[in-house]
């Protein structure tokens, strides 16, 4: 029986190596955790690991458990660590209980044995790339200063080989960024993946050019620009939502797509109102707020002294999940995006607003750029599945609408059927998508994600 002071949900993701990783990627944000750790091993003891996997079950009220690897890079405890980990999750089960264990890797330590592993465990793998060759190894090198695109896409080239699901993260950075469509196409056409994170890289510099903890305005010059990031995301979107819908899964863009829904979460807590349900475990049982605080500050205690639930239900931690929506600067209030975007994630808030108040997000013109320009397909995309009709369909619309959008509509008459094809009349269709998105919520037809 879960207690009452537990949350109603959590996840978790651990670390069982720590900060250590096979691989120096320029901007990475964790390798300098290490500094919180003097003297460790970096290796997850098998007391942590049990503790981990039994109170995470105790955590869940639901049928259904997500146990979270990262890193750090999580492959180097070797296969023999993950084996054990299905032990106990098998050991502590409920009855009727399903695991799902999702591995964010950079892919360069796989090898067959691994990927027999992982597709015989139904293992989620995401693998870490930031677009071809030439743009992947601008960043993400190896200790040596080597670049790791060829080792990284043979990785990938396993996990696919064996069957394993996989996908893509992509750390968009100063770099990138300025190729959002050679990212994108290289993606979908040469990875042949269909599941993409686009993740920002907003990397702030503490005193001596570190990275280790939240502070200071000073951003890196590996940092997107905030322009940049709005184009990214906006081309890449207009790409999708012409071509690729129900093909190709973009995380940012199925967020929005329920955002433009009104349902009541995104599916991403960065463009939630409040958070605080998403935990980092270090290897030696430490429990941090979130993987972007692992921070001395938000250190919540250690999971071989206080039950995670208990932890993770503190009110210390719902403070921290509420100090999203209530710190956030008047701007943010009044934005006409505010449903889509809520001041994206605490992390990245550290300029002043145009008023003068502190905690806007550095981000902020991109994201307005990029929830304005989508609006218009994404009230098509809304009204079509709250309609029951399949997604791929906007792709339909939006051709027809910028073929010769006046001569066909002007034609329509209002009670014949749509031109899209949707088997509607006009007036209850593109007759009336100026009224769409009217902040009405809509029946559950849920875009798959
Ligand atoms: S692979 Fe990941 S953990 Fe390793 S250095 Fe690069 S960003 Fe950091
Ligand atoms: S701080 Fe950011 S990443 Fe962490 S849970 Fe909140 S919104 Fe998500
Ligand atoms: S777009 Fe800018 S002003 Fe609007 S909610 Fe997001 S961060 Fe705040």
Redesign the pocket.
């Known amino acids: 029986m879960t207690p009452r002071n537990f949350p109603q949900r959590i996840h978790v993701l651990a670390k069982p190596t720590g900060s250590t990783c096979n691989l120096d990627c320029a901007y990475c944000f964790y390798l300098q955790k290490e500094g919180l750790y003097p003297g460790s091993r970096f290796r997850m003891s098998d007391e942590v690991l049990e503790s981990y996997i039994s109170q995470l079950i105790e955590c869940h009220r639901t049928d259904t458990v997500t146990v979270s690897w990262q890193g750090g890079e999580p492959t180097l405890m070797g296969v023999d660590f993950y084996r054990r980990a299905i032990a106990l999750q098998e050991e502590h089960r409920r009855p009727g209980m399903r695991f799902e264990n999702t591995l964010q890797t950079n892919g360069t330590l796989l090898n067959d044995e691994w990927c027999e592993f992982l597709r015989e465990n139904n293992f989620l793998v995401g693998i870490s790339i930031d677009g071809p060759s030439s743009l992947h190894n601008t960043h993400r090198v190896d200790r040596a200063g080597k670049p790791t695109f060829d080792r990284v896409m043979r990785g990938l080239r396993l996990l696919q080989k064996h069957g394993v699901e996989q996908n893509v993260l992509v750390t968009v950075n100063r770099t990138n960024a300025d190729h959002p469509l050679e990212v994108y196409r290289f993606l979908r056409d040469e990875a042949k993946t269909t599941w993409m994170q686009f993740i920002p890289a907003v990397e702030r510099i503490n005193g001596g050019a570190g990275t280790l903890t939240q502070d200071g305005t000073a951003v890196s010059d590996r940092t997107v620009g905030l322009e940049q990031w709005g184009a990214f995301l906006t081309d890449i979107f207009d790409e999708w939502v012409r071509r690729d819908v129900g093909k190709v899964f973009i995380q940012t863009f199925e967020a929005a797509v329920r955002s433009w829904l009104h349902l009541p979460s995104s599916g991403m807590c960065i463009f939630d109102p409040t958070c605080g349900h998403g935990l980092a475990l270090e290897h030696n049982g430490d429990l941090y707020a979130c993987d972007h605080f692992v921070d001395p500050e938000y250190l919540l205690g250690n999971i071989l002294e206080t039950h995670m639930g208990e932890l993770a239900g503190s009110e210390r931690q719902r403070k921290f999940g509420r100090d999203k929506l209530e710190s956030?600067?008047g701007?943010?209030?009044?934005?006409?995006?505010?449903f889509a975007?809520?001041?994206?994630c605490p992390k990245n808030?550290f300029v002043i607003?145009p008023d003068g108040e502190p905690g806007?997000?550095v981000?902020?013109?991109g994201?307005?750029h990029f929830?304005r320009h989508i609006d218009r397909p994404l009230k098509i995309l809304a009204h079509l599945l709250r309609r029951g009709l399949p997604a791929e369909q906007v792709m339909q619309v939006m051709a027809q609408q910028e073929t010769a959008p006046a001569t066909v509509h002007s034609k329509v008459g209002r009670n014949a059927p749509c031109p899209c094809g949707s088997g509607l009349k006009f007036k209850k269709c593109h007759g009336r998508l100026g009224n769409m998105g009217d902040g009405k919520p809509g029946p559950a037809s849920v875009h798959p994600s």
């Open positions: 956030l600067p701007c943010c209030r009044e934005c006409e995006v505010f975007c809520h001041g994206e808030r607003s806007l997000n981000l902020c013109a994201y307005k929830f």
